[in-house]
């Protein structure tokens, strides 16, 4: 009790010392619980979504795509009328109904606008059944009877500004058509933002399938007392196996399959944040606990002298850390929730509509937050507490402060020395490794070595590196600029310490950087090599439909326009082994639209009636060569063989590895009804119409607002921002870790503010002013500030290098650094100096002179 008793008091006592490392604590453990609310809570909106959705039972055809997938044909696979008719006779069956769904559609209204989602929920049509209304109400109108009618969802409506006799226009592969809203209809349960409309069933199977009669999908609900496990076999027994029979809890679950991987991966990537954000906070308690140590060495002398043991010493060190790390993981889980509330709110706003009806905080996420707080804090703590323990009586008393070891100083840098050595090596390792797989294990090595070993060696780079950056920052300012530098070398591990939590983030900050920068680069030299086409029209999920290609077609000042398909197959080689593959379809011309280095035979060949193209990798891996006859069994079609004419090179970022073949070829073997729609198609202006050519194209496409037409220069500018996006989606999630390490800063100088009152005091005596006295404090933090920046900066460019030596096995071969964007962060480190001087300025400069003397 009494260790708990003297850790609480000196806890009290520098409550305003442990205050910053509270917040970091905070931060870090309300980004870990704020993730886990927030994926839990999309977890439960779409659990809940696809339980209301899914029937008793429900039967699919045998060949029907998983719910998150689009049908390569741009058609949903449906099955007959008489399927319907047979599952209504099964024993058990109380109602079976006939369901249309469809996501290969685009809905768009009178200005042509998309009425989709713009976070990349699908568009969803197909017929109102009374399974619909499990999950859906009617909230004003009627649903749709007959054709030109359609019903469209609330918050669809709501967002669109749509009412009751509006018209849209529904975009799918059999073709256009256009409806008056007669209905709007809300859901129960949260809609994730998806939009959706509704048919009557007739116009539905015309419009969506391109046939009468037939159906995506039986909808069955069993009679009373009958389990679901039992009515799913009674129906796959009469219907005979031909088609997909799934319970509601198996339609459910293979729904949440894909939206659960993708949740995953956002939930693991953002706890990698809070984890680097953790990291840096263990520099600051580290740092904190240090100098709290070392500023009461003489309280801790008299302790050990009135008979407080080791173990007590330390042990109240730890407790004083356990209270700051349950005071802080407390806050911190608290505002985690709030946290994924704001990340919800944020979401809505961007259309993916959340409930905090479904705010789901799980039991494991405080105790996860306050358990990880608590360790860490306490981990944090540990070293700072054995020095604390191992202060005797005599030193202390003697001594204004703690001496650090030499032997330890050493050792400490021979540790750092090696670890640097053995990641630089195996970042050497990464960079000349042949394949991708054993170089990412190489870089992933060489980033941990390096950063472990920077950060333990960073004592040993303070010393030196604020030397050089004093030369050319601190001495310009004179006597203030040398104090300030011989401060900041006073305690080189305190410097190291406080510039390695910077360090981490701007490392990785410049690592991204390079990485973007060089897919950029890489990619646009290899659209300039590669790309023969003035224009390219991108298609949306459900491909370029006839309709929009017919309208293409009537463009004005072009040369030719390419088709592409995505042809799936299963590929026979010549001993008889099988392999998966998506053949690439094209006209003729897409040789001059899309250059490819031939290494073997002749790429005009494989365009030839039952000749066909392979990658340079495939061809190795199979020991193929120009003249082998490979087995082609087409997925929507029947089975053929294909003769190689010719082997490409793979040393291309843009279809890498693409196996070609003429659409003449695959129209002998696909059926026009199972032919997929083009995934893009590729445009050459007649010579000096290049403008004229994409005005015509613009206009001609105007009315289909899912395809985005773009020349070389546009696609560059789209890929920039692409790319750009998402390194500023990781920004700010680095900022989190930034936002700590300020604070380390802030701490740090507080604390040295405190340790040297009497210092302070008696230059403020001889004549030193409270203007040069915070110019001194400011200029010390502006160049711990600059040391992290720049030694991270320095990694972090070291890592980018690599990490694009292996993008450059995948094609992307340009090495681009962002120098305006390192030279702006490293500008950028001063004013975060500055910032975080600003408060321990202040406070050091209100100082009492004379009590600043006195002060022991």
Not at 582 to 592: F, I, N, P
Not at 756 to 785: C, D, K, N
Request: overall charge positive; aromatic content about 6%; some cysteine.
């Amino acid at each position: 009790m009494t260790v708990v008793k003297t850790s609480l008091r000196n806890f009290l006592a520098h409550k305003g010392r442990m205050a910053l490392s509270a917040v970091a604590v905070l931060l870090s453990v309300a980004f870990v619980c704020g993730t886990l609310v927030f994926t839990d809570t999309m977890n439960t909106t779409f659990d809940k979504l696809f339980a209301a959705t899914a029937s008793d039972v429900t039967v699919f055809p045998k060949n029907a795509t998983d719910p998150d997938e689009l049908p390569e044909n741009g058609k949903p696979e449906s099955l007959p009328a008489d399927t319907l008719e047979s599952t209504r006779k099964v024993d058990g069956v109380r109602r079976a109904e006939g369901g249309v769904t469809s996501m290969s559609v685009t809905v768009v209204n009178k200005a042509n606008k998309n009425m989709g989602s713009s976070t990349g929920a699908p568009t969803i049509a197909g017929n109102w059944t009374k399974n619909d209304s499990r999950v859906m109400d009617i909230s004003s109108g009627r649903v749709p009877h007959r054709a030109g009618e359609v019903m469209v969802d609330a918050d669809t409506a709501d967002k669109h500004h749509l009412k009751i006799g509006d018209e849209l226009r529904t975009i799918a592969l059999p073709g256009d058509f256009t409806a008056k809203i007669t209905g709007i209809a809300s859901f129960k349960v949260t809609n994730p933002g998806a939009a959706v409309v509704y048919f009557d069933t007739a116009t539905a199977q015309r419009q969506l399938l391109g046939e009468t009669g037939r159906y995506t999908q039986v909808n069955v609900t069993a009679d009373k007392g009958v389990e679901d496990a039992a009515l799913k076999a009674k129906v796959a027994s009469a219907l005979g196996g031909e088609f997909k029979v799934q319970t509601q809890k198996e339609n459910a679950d293979a729904s949440r399959e894909g939206i659960g991987q993708f949740l995953d991966v956002m939930k693991y990537a953002m706890l990698g944040f809070a984890g680097i954000a953790l990291l840096v906070g263990i520099f600051l308690i580290i740092n904190t606990f240090s100098m709290l140590v070392a500023q009461r060495t003489r309280e801790i002398g008299l302790m050990r002298a009135l008979g407080s043991s080791r173990k007590q010493v330390n042990r109240s060190v730890l407790v004083e850390a356990m209270m700051l790390g349950v005071l802080g993981s407390v806050l911190g889980v608290g505002a985690g929730v709030g946290l994924a509330v704001g990340l919800m709110k944020l979401m809505s706003s961007m259309g993916m509509e959340l409930s905090t009806r479904d705010l789901t905080v799980a039991w494991t996420t405080p105790v996860v937050g306050v358990t990880l707080g608590v360790l860490v804090t306490v981990l944090a703590a540990y070293l700072p507490a054995r020095r604390a323990g191992k202060i005797s009586p005599m030193a202390a008393l003697s001594e204004v402060g703690m001496p650090a070891s030499t032997r330890s100083s050493w050792i400490r840098a021979v540790i750092g020395l090696v670890l640097s050595g053995a990641g630089g090596a195996a970042l050497v390792a990464a960079g000349q490794a042949d394949e991708a797989k054993p170089g990412s294990g190489y870089l992933g090595l060489g980033v941990l070595l390096t950063l472990v070993g920077f950060v333990v060696i960073a004592p040993l780079l303070a010393a030196g590196v604020v030397r050089v950056l004093s030369v050319v920052v601190l001495r310009v300012f004179g006597p203030v600029g040398r104090m300030a530098e011989r401060n900041a070398l006073r305690n080189p591990r305190r410097t190291g310490a406080t510039g390695s939590a910077l360090m981490i983030g701007l490392a990785l900050v410049a690592c991204l950087s390079v990485v973007g920068s060089s897919m950029v680069a890489s990619a646009t030299d290899e659209l300039d090599k590669s790309v023969g086409a003035d224009f390219i029209i991108q298609g949306s999920s459900q491909g370029i439909t006839p309709k929009a290609q017919e309208s293409l077609g009537k463009a004005k000042y072009l040369d030719h326009i390419t088709e592409y398909k995505s042809l799936p197959a299963t590929l026979t080689l010549p001993g008889g082994k099988t392999e998966k593959e998506d053949l690439t379809g094209a006209d003729r011309t897409y040789a001059e639209d899309l250059r490819r280095e031939t290494l073997s035979g002749e790429l005009a060949e494989a365009y030839a009636p039952g000749s066909m193209s392979v990658g340079e990798e495939f061809a190795t891996r199979n020991h193929l060569k120009v003249g082998d006859t490979l087995g082609v069994d087409f997925k929507e079609g029947d089975s053929t063989k294909l003769k190689i004419a010719a082997i490409t090179s793979d040393d291309s970022s843009l279809d890498k590895g693409a196996m070609y073949l003429s659409l003449d070829t695959a129209r002998k073997h696909i059926t026009p009804d199972r032919m997929p729609p083009n995934n893009m198609m590729f445009a050459a202006a007649v010579d000096g119409k290049e403008k004229e050519a994409y005005k015509s194209i613009k206009a001609s496409l105007a009315p289909y607002p899912q395809y985005k037409v773009q020349n070389q220069a546009d696609f560059k500018e789209d890929l920039k921002d692409q790319v750009g996006q998402l390194l500023n989606i990781v920004y700010g999630l680095l900022g989190l870790a930034i936002i700590v390490a300020i604070l380390g800063v802030v701490n740090t100088l507080a604390l040295s503010v405190v340790e040297r009152t009497r210092e302070i005091g008696l230059m403020r005596a001889i004549g030193l002013s409270r203007r040069q006295l915070r110019r001194m404090i400011r200029l010390e933090s502006v160049v711990i500030a600059l040391f992290g920046a720049l030694v991270g900066l320095g990694l972090g460019m070291g890592w980018g290098a690599t990490a694009q030596k292996l993008l450059a096995l995948e094609g992307l071969k340009t090495l681009e650094i962002p120098w305006p964007t390192i030279v702006g962060v490293f500008i950028g480190s001063a004013f975060v100096g500055l910032f975080a001087a600003l408060v321990p300025a202040f406070r050091a400069g209100r100082m009492n002179v004379l009590n600043a003397i006195a002060t022991d």
